[in-house]
């Protein structure tokens, strides 16, 4: 992931040395690179298949979800929970290769970590919705609930809807003369409601479909 991010650097930032940009970004460059990162951590968290086919993995197994003692909301955020542990191991990963190959400072870093993480439970949950509504849950098999299953496709075009609204409002907020340190506080605050909004959403969709889906 990180070499693409290099290439496109070179082209925003007007081309140079690959090793003068692997010495140390600072400025422009810097924050161009840090919501690069963002945008590409978002959508490569909604293409891993993981949260999009949540309930499609049950298959015809999803009947014993209905049946156990345990409410659909309180299943979901246990499904959220899991889901979310590989969009953390990739922004670690993703953290790591930016401050080893990019030299991205501790301040940039940190914005990736705190927005990274609240995009992600964002794409999750968007993208445990998305199955929510429509799952695969007859199929023989087990590989075809995630490589046969156009709902990630489905997923990965809504995720990619949220992080081309964010990168909108981003530029909406450079546009008005905004410091980068303020925009980053925005885009946090506006992140954090987004979650705040989506996860209660999707769990009262879950509440609601698991009674309503059939085997």
């Not at 998305?130 to 799952?135: A, E, I, S």
């Not at 496709?153 to 909406?172: D, E, H, N, Q, R």
């Not at 925009?183 to 954090?192: I, K, M, N």
């Amino acid at each position: 992931l990180v070499f693409p991010l290099i290439i496109i650097l070179t082209t925003v930032t007007g081309g140079g040395q690959l090793s003068a940009l692997t010495s140390g970004l600072s400025g422009y460059a810097l924050d161009v690179v840090t919501l690069i990162i963002l945008a590409a951590h978002a959508f490569i968290v909604s293409g891993n298949q993981v949260a999009s086919t949540c309930i499609s993995r049950e298959g015809r197994s999803f009947w014993a979800s209905k049946m156990i003692p345990v409410p659909p909301k309180e299943q979901f955020k246990g499904k959220m929970v899991y889901n979310l542990l590989f969009a953390m191991v990739q922004l670690v990963i993703l953290l790591a290769s930016s401050a080893i190959l990019l030299k991205v400072d501790a301040f940039h870093l940190a914005v990736i970590a705190v927005l990274g993480a609240l995009a992600s439970i964002s794409v999750t949950a968007i993208c445990m919705m998305n199955d929510l509504v429509n799952p695969k849950l007859n199929w023989e098999n087990p590989h075809a609930a995630m490589k046969g299953n156009f709902g990630t496709l489905v997923a990965m075009l809504f995720s990619l809807a949220y992080v081309v609204g964010a990168g909108f409002l981003v530029k909406i907020m450079l546009s008005a003369g905004l410091s980068m340190p303020i925009v980053y506080v925005l885009l946090a605050a506006v992140l954090l409601i987004s979650v705040a909004l989506l996860t209660k959403t999707a769990s009262s969709l879950a509440e609601k479909r698991y009674a309503e889906i059939e085997i």
